[in-house]
């Protein structure tokens, strides 16, 4: 099966498939990113409303006290960290950039706490420029299909999808991936009886003794 065709049967799957964290601008995409790393869309959802209520704006988040942005964020992990970089981050573009989040990834990766990935999704998500952003679904996902190594890195991941898949794909592909790991393909008891990749899943045949 071709890296299109299986993007194709992921695209039957998940026809809907699309960034879950729950924003209204791109202040607030990038923030939920940088609030994501170790933690869940879902648990980033429950406590960004009474983050951006206190800090509507990359502005008053710059203003803020650290102290009163772990208030607002203390039920996520890494909650101390996630709070310093996001305050770092927002002063660095009001100074940097007249409070607008950049749209490339060489300036965007020059914020505090924002890395490859996150960039990749800004890029992809708020500024509809072809990006790939391999967070660990699209790396366990990656892998299990043979579209990269085992022992691959994030970085030869995301090569590797950028070279196989259709450039006018790679923002699709991110959250029809991301769908498919999360719901289907699972890190512990996928479903791999109702999984259309059986054949050729690395997963599916080392947990099946199947040679390959």
């Not at 924003?23 to 990113?33: G, T």
């Not at 406590?47 to 990359?58: C, G």
């Not at 960290?81 to 927002?90: P, Q, S, T, V």
Request: some cysteine.
């Amino acid at each position: 099966m071709t890296p299109n065709e299986i993007l194709d049967h992921l695209e039957v799957m998940f026809p809907h498939a699309e960034c879950e964290l729950v924003h209204r601008n791109v202040y607030e995409l990038i923030s939920a990113v940088v609030l994501s790393a170790q933690a869940t869309d879902v648990s980033v959802n429950k406590i960004t409303p009474k983050l951006f209520e206190k800090f509507p704006t990359i502005e008053a988040m710059a203003q803020a006290e650290i102290k009163d942005i772990e208030e607002c964020i203390k039920n996520i992990g890494l909650y101390r960290n996630k709070a310093r970089m996001l305050k770092e981050m927002a002063v660095k573009v009001v100074n940097d950039h007249q409070g607008q989040i950049p749209d490339t990834r060489k300036e965007l990766v020059l914020l505090p706490g924002v890395g490859r990935k996150t960039a990749n999704v800004v890029l992809s998500v708020w500024y509809d420029v072809p990006a790939i952003a391999v967070d660990t679904h699209v790396d366990r996902v990656s892998k299990r299909l043979r579209l990269a190594k085992p022992t691959d890195s994030v970085e030869k991941v995301e090569e590797k999808l950028r070279r196989k898949l259709p450039r006018s794909r790679w923002n699709r592909a991110h959250h029809l991936m991301i769908f498919f790991g999360r719901y289907h393909c699972k890190a512990r008891n996928p479903m791999c009886d109702q999984c259309p990749f059986q054949n050729f899943c690395r997963y599916y045949k080392e947990s099946n003794q199947i040679s390959v």
